[in-house]
């Protein structure tokens, strides 16, 4: 959890942002513009999330073979 949340918190942070340069510029945007933006960032986030994931398991995947127990052969 302490990794999800202040990256999630950062993507919160850029969605309320980018409606707030919509509402500046156009003020009177249709909703569904700012569903969009939301949807356009939870995206983002996702794959922002999956990739830090896979980047982490790939790094203690290294660290567990070049430094972890020695390998039992049968």
Do not use: H, N
């Not at 569904?32 to 995206?43: D, N, P, R, T, Y």
């Amino acid at each position: 959890m302490a990794y999800l949340v202040p990256r999630a918190v950062l993507v919160l942070i850029a969605w309320g942002m980018t409606c707030a340069l919509i509402k500046k510029l156009l003020p009177g945007a249709d909703p569904l513009i700012f569903a969009v933006a939301g949807a356009s960032w939870a995206c983002a986030g996702t794959a922002y999330f999956a990739y830090l994931r896979k980047l982490k398991r790939d790094i203690d995947e290294l660290e567990r073979r070049r430094f972890g127990a020695p390998q039992i052969r049968a």
